[in-house]
């Protein structure tokens, strides 16, 4: 670093540097997870369009779990902007909703967690979160893309697919978190049973 | 966490380990209360949403105006006069259809029967809609 700055105190120097904690890298590393399984997913062909299987959301549920719901919101926001950029969706109707999906899946899960974690697991977080995805989704999609009655018939088939990937990205995110395969380790260590 | 536990496993009798260890199963007891709740909704939805009952009347409108509400049990051509010239209206079995319409495109006729109920046959020229309605009336896109 050029040291320009003699006279000030050493602290003064510094702060062109932006400081990174531990937990900065982890969502970072995490976020990038995140994105690479939203594009992987943005390039699979789906039968219906709006039907996907959000797997991108096993990693904010692992998130959430191991480091906390701060970091599975980062997380989760920072993947919809970033995911949008590359895919040149910023600002679509597209982006936006994703965004308004993840943000009342991000509601939902910071109320469900508060859930006796006895007897809820990943699997009741999954679920509730996807429906809470849709929802969302379903909200934008009838106040503002197509403000008619017919979407009411799409609810079904929208919800059946969340129940349905919820409950598969829930026993992913649940094999993911206590087999204690790391997900951000290079080298997947096998499960220890 | 790993060595927390590999302690307590080693520490504690052995129906303890099996409790701690079956707190770590995929599907808990929430977990099955939520899955059967998600379930039902989405069986409550194709329910409420998909649901085709079959129709009962068929109400046609003139411009703003209902024309007339004709029960689908009878065998029965009306023909109505509306803004551009007379238009036919068939029922049979249950179903009713545009038959003949003096409007230049045709697509309310195109449309063909119409069995069930919340389905709707519109002729913008010359202003006439059909709309089938079952025993109760569903959602009411055409008022929207």
Request: glycine fraction near 6%.
């Amino acid at each position: 670093m050029v040291n320009l700055l003699h006279d000030k105190p050493i602290d003064a120097r510094l702060t062109m540097q932006i400081k990174t904690t531990i937990e900065d890298h982890r969502i970072a590393k995490l976020a990038a997870l995140a994105i690479a399984l939203h594009m992987l997913e943005a390039v699979v062909p789906s039968p219906l369009p709006g039907v996907k299987p959000g797997i991108a959301n096993i990693v904010t549920l692992y998130v959430l779990f191991k480091h906390g719901f701060a970091c599975a919101a980062w997380v989760s926001i920072l993947r919809v902007f970033a995911s949008s950029l590359l895919l040149g969706q910023f600002l679509s109707p597209t982006f936006i909703l994703s965004l308004a999906g993840a943000l009342l899946s991000l509601g939902v899960l910071w109320l469900s967690m508060h859930l006796p974690k006895k007897h809820f697991g990943t699997v009741s977080l999954s679920i509730l979160a996807a429906f809470a995805h849709i929802a969302g989704q379903l909200i934008i999609v009838r106040l503002w893309l197509i403000p008619h009655a017919s979407v009411a018939y799409l609810v079904p088939i929208v919800a059946m697919a969340a129940l349905f990937f919820g409950l598969i990205n829930g026993i992913i995110a649940h094999k993911l978190l206590y087999n204690e395969i790391s997900i951000t380790d290079t080298s997947l260590r096998g499960s220890h049973h | 966490m790993q060595t927390l536990r590999s302690i307590c496993m080693f520490k504690l009798p052995h129906y303890i380990k099996t409790r701690i260890k079956s707190k770590t199963h995929v599907m808990r007891a929430g977990d099955w209360c939520v899955l059967t709740a998600g379930i039902v909704l989405v069986a409550v939805l194709f329910q409420q949403l998909w649901s085709h009952d079959g129709a009962t009347r068929v109400q046609i409108r003139l411009g703003d105006t209902i024309y007339g509400t004709y029960s689908l049990n009878q065998q029965r051509d009306i023909h109505v006069e509306g803004a551009i010239g007379s238009a036919t209206v068939s029922i049979m079995n249950g179903k009713a259809r545009f038959s003949k319409s003096p409007c230049h495109n045709q697509y309310c006729v195109h449309q063909g029967w119409l069995s069930r109920s919340g389905q709707a046959a519109l002729c913008l020229p010359n202003q006439l809609s059909l709309e089938l309605i079952g025993e109760t009336k569903n959602y009411d896109s055409l008022n929207y």
